[in-house]
């Protein structure tokens, strides 16, 4: 069998919280300090097994950790899964318990919201812990994240349509949309006043109504496609804004597009179709470059809230993008394996400088009140 330390050998810390008199069962993994305190979403699920949740966990936070590099926050990776049905086993003494455990990592750790958790648990953790972000303007934090996420986006397709035809111009393109939801329905807004045509699809047909009329006062082209239909549509681009592993052996075969670029988390199902996808001469935006904006808005509560300095920062994601492009094609190799060698590159020249930070000083709103 595995040695635990081996299984959490590429980790920094990993914290196993139990809270018998709320029936808390949490684990939180530090990745990775080296930019920062860590910083990761806190998921509940009813996991299988606390195996299960363990390597939720540690992935997740691996995941993180080249986040934060890519967003160029001075945060580290880390993320937290509480074990429990969020339907049925929430209540505000639980959150309040997790709160003291990362109260306990004095620093080390930042949490907020994800799968399972909404902002407003965390305002139970909050009297406990001011290490938590996100949560609404009225507590603090900075809100809704979904405007810095879908302008990320929006960075995104202007630096692919940059490097697919020299010109960052949105219109006279056709985009497909799948998913219509806080994210994906500002990226078609967007796109439509810009002059695109889109293909949609959301298997919630009140957002399909939304965009329709909204269509309508535009007076712009908008056609509505089946789940299934989306891969097939004849468009320039594919912005995947819903749920993650749509990028598969079934969906690259229906794919014709010339890019994908979107903000839904894991497009790929395996780092192997980031290869596929090469072959096939379809540009992918590595997912958590263009996502990155809610990430940079909640990295961002470190200072005085600004969210039209939120907006700017977003503006990397453009040259980001077009860094790893370029990288890709020189070296021969995926977006994805670029993106991810870049952020090694840039972990290894910050982190001299990042970690003095993160272990020695207390973010200022530490003392928000
Ligand atoms: P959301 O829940 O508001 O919207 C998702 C939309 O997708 C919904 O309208 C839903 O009906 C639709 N959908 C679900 N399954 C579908 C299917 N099979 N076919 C078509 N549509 C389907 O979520 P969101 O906040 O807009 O986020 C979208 C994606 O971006 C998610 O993967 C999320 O993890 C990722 N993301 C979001 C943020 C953010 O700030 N909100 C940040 C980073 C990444």
Redesign the pocket.
Known sequence: MMSLFSKIREHEQVVFCNDESTGLKAIIAIHSTRLGPALGGCRMLPYASEEEALEDVLRLSKGMTYKCAAADVDFGGGKAVIIGDPARDKTPELFRAFGQFVESLNGRFYTGTDMGTTPEDFVHSLRETNCIVGVDEVYGGSGD??V??AQGVIYGLQATNQALSGSDDLGNKCYSI????????KVAERLLEEGADLYV????QK?IERLLSKAKILGAGVKVLS?EE?YQANADVFVP????GIINDQTIEQLTVKAVV????NQLLKLRHGQILKEKGILFAPDYIV?????IQVADELYTPNKERVLQKTKAIYNSLLHIYEFANTSGITTIEAANEFCEKRIEARSRRNSFFSHMKRPKWAVRT
């Open positions: 994240s979904s810095p996420t799948q998913g219509l939801g806080k994210v994906g329905f699809t959301d298997i919630n957002a789940s989306i804004c819903a749920m993650g979107g903000s839904a988390n996502n990155s904006g809610g990430l």
